[in-house]
């Protein structure tokens, strides 16, 4: 079935530590896994991407890390900024055989000077 | 800037009206997506188009429908607007319209209806 659960819904952390949002998807055969940042009354970002070809993913301060046998995938920010504050959104391949990804509810980062 | 360009930035109509948004997607993409999110909601997939077909549909309202013209623009007409439709609009697009790529969004639409 389509299904991408995200938690959690809603984060606080002071400035310069980590945070981790993680999502789990149903779909086995699922093969990318996007995360978009979205601050507010803008567009959805693309942050980071991994393919399940591969576990671990970094960019800087940004990393995703992947699982396929638990069918789930997270984002780490380490060193947080005031800037990193915003909506964060996981997504998945939908069903096999179609053609669209899900997006998960979203976590609300924010990030406390 | 993705690259995708979205008019209008904002509208605002009365209930039982109809509008017209439209979508150009990044110069190579042959794919539009559209979706809807609501005030502090997610991402509600409406539609998909490739090459001008109608390749994957969402919960999109009977009251909605789409098209993707020969010059791979898109248009999402809303009609017999009701209060809650009231939402942003974002269109996205991606070269082949397989679920394994980007999708890259435009800013939006900001649709009120009174």
């Known amino acids: 079935g389509e299904n991408v659960e995200q938690h959690p819904s809603t984060l606080s952390v002071q400035e310069g530590d980590s945070a981790v949002i993680k999502c789990t998807y149903s779909?086995?055969?699922?093969?990318?896994f996007p995360w978009y940042k979205q601050e507010l009354g803008k567009r959805p970002q693309l942050i980071i991407d991994i393919r399940s070809n591969v576990g671990e993913k970094k960019d800087q301060r940004i990393a995703v890390t992947l699982n396929k046998t638990a069918k789930h995938f997270s984002l780490h920010i380490t060193e947080t900024q005031p800037e990193d504050s915003a909506v964060y959104f996981c997504?998945?391949?939908?069903?096999?055989?179609?053609?669209?990804?899900?997006f998960g509810t979203g976590t609300r980062l924010k990030v406390l000077a | 800037d993705s690259g995708v360009t979205q008019t209008p930035k904002h509208l605002i109509t009365a209930t039982g009206q109809r509008v017209t948004l439209r979508c150009s997607p990044r110069?190579?993409?042959?794919?539009v997506y559209w979706y809807q999110q609501s005030l502090d909601q997610g991402l509600q997939f409406l539609i998909q188009?490739?090459?001008?077909?109608?390749?994957a549909k969402g919960n999109i309202l009977e009251r909605f429908s789409a098209q993707q013209f020969p010059d791979l623009h898109s248009e999402l007409n809303l009609s017999s607007l009701e209060l809650g439709d009231s939402a942003l609009y974002f269109c996205?697009?991606?070269?082949?319209?397989?679920?394994?790529?980007?999708?890259?969004f435009g800013p939006g639409t900001r649709l009120l209806v009174l």
């Open positions: 779909d086995s055969a699922s093969n990318y």
């Open positions: 188009y490739y090459n001008g077909e109608e390749r």
């Open positions: 997504a998945a391949p939908a069903t096999s055989g179609t053609y669209k990804y899900i």
């Open positions: 110069s190579g993409d042959l794919s």
């Open positions: 996205a697009s991606s070269k082949g319209g397989h679920n394994a790529e980007t999708q890259y």
